[in-house]
């Protein structure tokens, strides 16, 4: 499904546009179907970001309000543990995003 993984690699290049741009922000990675070549129109996208020190909860809500027509739908995990992630509902597609030290 060529068309679909053109779609969703473009939705998570614009998606992720808010979080690249906290000075934090280490490293970004497409994981995943959407990575593999391998997804279809049941696809989400699954993308992971890398930082020395986990961005705030601030940052985080600054980013997702900055991501036009996103909306949140749990957040999970625990930042004092170096990860949490993100569900992300965003033009109909389920995002999940993935936000971790390098340490961990």
């Known amino acids: 499904m060529q068309d679909r993984a053109h779609y969703l690699l473009g939705l ?8 690249v741009a906290n ?8 994981t995943g179907s959407l990575a593999e070549g391998l997804c279809d129109e049941y696809s ?9 020190k986990l961005p705030t909860e ?5 980013s997702r309000q900055h991501n036009r027509g996103a909306e949140l739908v749990e957040i999970l995990g625990n930042p004092t543990e170096g990860a949490v ?4 509902c965003i033009d109909g597609v ?3 995003f993935a ?6």
Do not use: N, W
């Open 44 to 52: 989400d996208c699954d993308v992971m970001f890398y930082y020395d």
């Open 12 to 19: 998570v290049k614009r998606s992720v546009k808010p979080y």
């Open 23 to 30: 000075p934090k922000t280490r490293a970004v990675m497409v």
């Open 94 to 96: 389920e995002c999940q």
């Open 99 to 104: 936000h971790a030290t390098i340490a961990q």
């Open 58 to 62: 601030a940052e985080l809500a600054r």
């Open 85 to 88: 992630g993100e569900t992300l």
